[in-house]
């Protein structure tokens, strides 16, 4: 089982205006083909470490609500969280963020941090039975997306 995903992509933007857009976690929607929605959480306004983020996610028929922590804040080069329930932490994401004459190379990355019973368990709430190529074909057009959207 692939518990660890990385892709990368060349955006022509700067490092700075591509740390506001995947920071700004309320336009996760526009990008990613699984999280359509997110909001701050409790009294978070604005990234920080220990902020928490609720998002909005949809698999075909298959929609449900996961609550993040953002566990590492390194402007503009790294944002990292983890999906929590409670204090269970399932899933790890980052995206880094490394300067180029041209703009920049993003890379989005995917840890997998629940144990065999839970994955087997929460298949049926997502609907995906392989998570690792689900979210490495997800995480790909999410980066074409920011992409798109900031050069």
Known sequence: METH??????????????????????????????????QWVGDAEEPSVGARFQGQN?????????EAEIIELDAPRRFVFEGVVGDYHFSRWGYVIEPT?????????????????????TKT???VT???????AGMELTLERLAAAIE
């Open 5 to 38: 995903v990385e892709v990368s992509r060349e955006i022509a933007a700067a490092p700075e205006k591509v740390w506001d857009a995947i920071t700004d976690v309320a336009r996760m929607g526009e990008w990613s083909p699984e999280c359509h929605t997110c």
């Open 58 to 66: 949809r698999n075909g028929d298959h929609e449900w609500t996961t």
């Open 101 to 121: 004459d041209s703009g920049c190379t993003v890379t989005e990355i995917w840890d997998e941090l629940r144990s065999p019973d839970i994955i087997e368990a």
């Open 125 to 127: 709430i997502s609907g």
């Open 130 to 136: 392989d998570r690792a190529p689900h979210n490495r």
